[in-house]
């Protein structure tokens, strides 16, 4: 299509939005492409907003700058408005990243960077954008960062499209907490809309999400975005701290001008070494796949030859260690050496803290109840024994030598108790005497005393009845608690029977680690058997793991927080109880696992393998895809979502046609898609 516009010609329509129709056309005087954005007919009766799109359209044309797109024209063609910008060519940041996903940590650093100098150079002629977000930010073939939309008047809510999903994308995702309260917007506004693109580009995700304009919203307002490094642990610390002080809420704790964020980002980039900029942003752009697997293998080995060095510094460099090995993970979640490295690392760093454990005092406000490990009998006697000493030692030391009065005085308190033990002794000797005397008397009496005693009783006794052994049951939930009968722990743990009682009461006691003893009181009846139910409560400081595998990667949400980002395994400590786990993976549905039961000190394995796809194609000719013998009533070409991983058979049919080779079986890995191409020739 061509179609004359004054100073210029109307090409093909290329895009569009709340506010105009943009098209590709020529500018006729020097035949050069440009993009026309056309204002809608129906806007251009409002004067006011006229007169704002002219204003800003001019402050726009007066920005020259190699990271903004220029203005070439302003002007207005038979009533309609259009605004004239230099052409570029390439793909905005948007579809750049829906193609080939987020830019690898060097090359993010280098586009953000770009972006915060285009920033930088309106602000100082006091400009601002207002609409900063991937789809204004373009990225040329050779390497160029090209901020679009500079200035240009719009309506925010005429500039939100909702996806199929209810995901909200487009200006409200991107907004300042001052422009989501519809307050006064300004330089500050820019610099958080900046700090959510560079989230995104870092992270891989924007910060602020939700299913609704409202949520979006108010996620913006009052909820704090998880921390960069969690997401991507290989963000350097200075740089995490760069974006996170972008997106403060609070203008007044906010980075005080783009130029000291675009100042911090050139420190971070000189140290990393990355000096040939444009010439690294020109390469990745001609090869993004090539560059991005070239730039991830170097940095894969540079953190695993750290994590080894700082592996043998000692104890005091088992963090730095065990994070190094964590970003060799984040990037190849089955590579063995990190993975050995790294487990014997935690085993190590368990160990010493559960020896920091032993050593410890325990503070006297402790629970009694709580899971302890007792020391080795032998440690426990070598203390007390060194704590008898210097208890001896001490109270030797505080004796005080006697003093000739002293002495005396002892004496004579000495002399005046053996009185007294002689007075006594001669009082016991006389009584002796006199109770001698009277047994005496009373045997030569004893048949005086004999005639008067009643008459015994001769009636034979019943012998009494024999007494059966008793027994009891005694039962716990959770099982495998320790029994203790009337203070005597048992060998066998619960459930169980203890059978041979003594008929009577008995006092059971049940212990196990990590939850709260409990005590009953039961009679037993003779040659009865009676039961015992005990349903255990943890101990509030308990703590058990969840350790979580997936194929191939997904972020970890326990009961809605996120724990882990982008890993293949993670390991959890969470309270003793029922939680809710999920594993999210950016590209399927994710998993989700309810009420998952975890005991105090017990580890609870979860996995999942998250689906792969396959693509089918059949040279020119179309046909229906079948799955397992399933006609899956697509016709080629086309990608089948959803597949279980493991062997699959796949062939295409269409008559009057045969498939060269016949059916094929392929191998599905869980997240990735396997390409399968089939010829069709004619019967």
């Known amino acids: 299509m061509k179609q004359d516009f004054g100073p210029f010609e109307l090409h093909e329509k290329i895009g569009g939005g709340g506010m105009a129709s943009v098209y590709r056309g020529m500018q006729k005087a020097l035949q050069r492409t440009v993009v026309l954005k056309v204002l809608y007919p129906h806007l251009a009766e409002d004067e006011k907003f006229v007169a704002r799109f002219?204003?800003?359209?001019?402050?726009?044309?007066?920005?020259?700058?190699?990271?903004?797109?220029?203005?070439?024209?302003?002007?207005?063609?038979?009533?309609?408005?259009?605004?004239?910008?230099?052409?570029?060519?390439?793909?905005?940041?948007?579809?750049?990243?829906?193609?080939?996903?987020?830019?690898?940590?060097?090359?993010?650093?280098?586009?953000?960077?770009?972006?915060?100098?285009?920033?930088?150079?309106?602000?100082?002629?006091?400009?601002?954008?207002?609409?900063?977000?991937?789809?204004?930010v373009m990225l040329t073939p050779d390497g160029t960062v090209k901020i679009m939309d500079?200035?240009?008047?719009?309506?925010?809510?005429?500039?939100?499209?909702?996806?199929?999903?209810?995901s909200v994308l487009g200006t409200p995702a991107y907004m300042s907490p001052e422009q989501a309260e519809g307050k006064k917007v300004d330089k500050s506004s820019d610099i958080f809309s900046a700090g959510v693109v560079a989230y995104e580009l870092l992270g891989g995700q924007r910060p602020f999400s939700g299913d609704s304009y409202s949520t979006v919203l108010n996620a913006i307002l009052k909820v704090d975005p998880p921390r960069l490094e969690i997401l991507n642990p290989l963000i350097p610390d200075e740089v995490v701290t760069i974006v996170h002080h972008m997106l403060e809420k609070n203008k007044l704790q906010r980075c005080p001008s783009i130029g000291v964020a675009r100042r911090d980002l050139d420190t971070v980039i000189e140290r990393m070494g990355l000096h040939r900029a444009k010439d690294l942003l020109?390469?990745?752009?001609?090869?993004?796949?090539?560059?991005?697997?070239?730039?991830?293998k170097e940095r894969l080995a540079k953190h695993l030859d750290q994590g080894l060095r700082l592996e043998t510094l000692g104890p005091a460099k088992v963090g730095e260690a065990l994070r190094e090995f964590e970003r060799v993970l984040h990037m190849d979640p089955r590579h063995k050496v990190a993975q050995e490295h790294l487990q014997r690392l935690q085993q190590e760093q368990e160990q010493e803290r559960a020896r920091q454990r032993l050593l410890a005092p325990t503070p006297p406000e402790e629970d009694q109840y709580a899971t302890q490990i007792m020391p080795p009998p032998e440690e426990v006697r070598k203390v007390k024994e060194r704590k008898e000493g210097k208890e001896r030692k001490e109270r030797k030391?505080?004796?005080?030598?006697?003093?000739?009065?002293?002495?005396?005085?002892?004496?004579?308190?000495?002399?005046?108790?053996?009185?007294?033990?002689?007075?006594?002794?001669?009082?016991?000797?006389?009584?002796?005497?006199?109770?001698?005397?009277?047994?005496?008397?009373?045997?030569?009496?004893?048949?005086?005393?004999?005639i008067n005693e009643a008459p015994r009783d001769t009636t034979p006794k019943a012998t009494p009845a024999p007494v059966a052994a008793a027994s009891v049951a005694v039962n716990s939930r959770p099982t495998g608690a320790q029994v203790f009968l009337d203070g005597v722990a048992k060998s066998e743990p619960t459930n169980l029977v203890m059978g041979g009682l003594s008929p009577g009461e008995h006092v059971i006691r049940v212990e196990k680690p990590g939850f709260l003893p409990q005590e009953k009181r039961v009679t037993l009846g003779s040659g009865k058997r009676d039961s015992l139910s005990f349903t255990l409560q943890t101990v509030p400081s308990a703590t058990g793991k969840l350790e979580i595998k997936v194929r191939p990667y997904a972020s970890f949400y326990v009961d809605g927080k996120l724990e882990k980002a982008n890993v293949a395994l993670a390991r959890i400590t969470v309270k003793a109880g029922k939680h809710n786990v999920k594993a999210v993976h950016p590209a399927f549905p994710p998993k989700e696992w309810k009420g998952?039961?975890?005991?105090?000190?017990?580890?609870?394995?979860?996995s999942y393998d998250f689906p792969g796809s396959i693509r089918v194609t059949s040279g020119g000719t179309w046909a229906y895809v079948h799955l397992d013998g399933k006609n899956m009533n697509k016709p080629t070409p086309c990608v089948l979502e959803g597949v279980r991983p493991g062997k699959h058979t796949v062939t295409v049919v269409r008559e009057p046609f045969t498939v060269e080779g016949g059916p094929k079986t392929v191998t599905v890995e869980p997240g990735e898609t396997v390409p399968l191409e089939f010829k069709l020739q004619s019967k």
């Open 54 to 136: 002219e204003r800003e359209a001019r402050n726009a044309a007066n920005l020259e700058h190699e990271n903004i797109v220029g203005v070439i024209d302003y002007g207005k063609h038979e009533g309609l408005h259009f605004i004239a910008m230099e052409f570029v060519d390439g793909l905005d940041l948007k579809r750049w990243m829906e193609k080939y996903g987020p830019p690898p940590l060097e090359m993010a650093l280098l586009i953000l960077r770009d972006i915060c100098r285009g920033l930088e150079h309106a602000h100082q002629r006091t400009v601002v954008h207002r609409d900063i977000k991937p789809a204004n």
């Open 150 to 166: 500079f200035g240009l008047a719009r309506r925010g809510e005429e500039t939100t499209t909702v996806t199929v999903d209810g």
């Open 282 to 296: 020109n390469e990745y752009t001609q090869n993004p796949i090539q560059v991005g697997d070239a730039l991830r």
């Open 397 to 450: 030391e505080r004796r005080l030598p006697v003093s000739p009065t002293r002495l005396r005085n002892l004496l004579v308190a000495a002399s005046g108790v053996l009185v007294l033990l002689v007075v006594a002794g001669v009082i016991q000797l006389f009584r002796e005497k006199d109770s001698a005397g009277d047994r005496e008397e009373k045997k030569t009496t004893g048949a005086k005393v004999q």
């Open 596 to 606: 998952v039961e975890v005991g105090p000190n017990a580890t609870v394995p979860l």
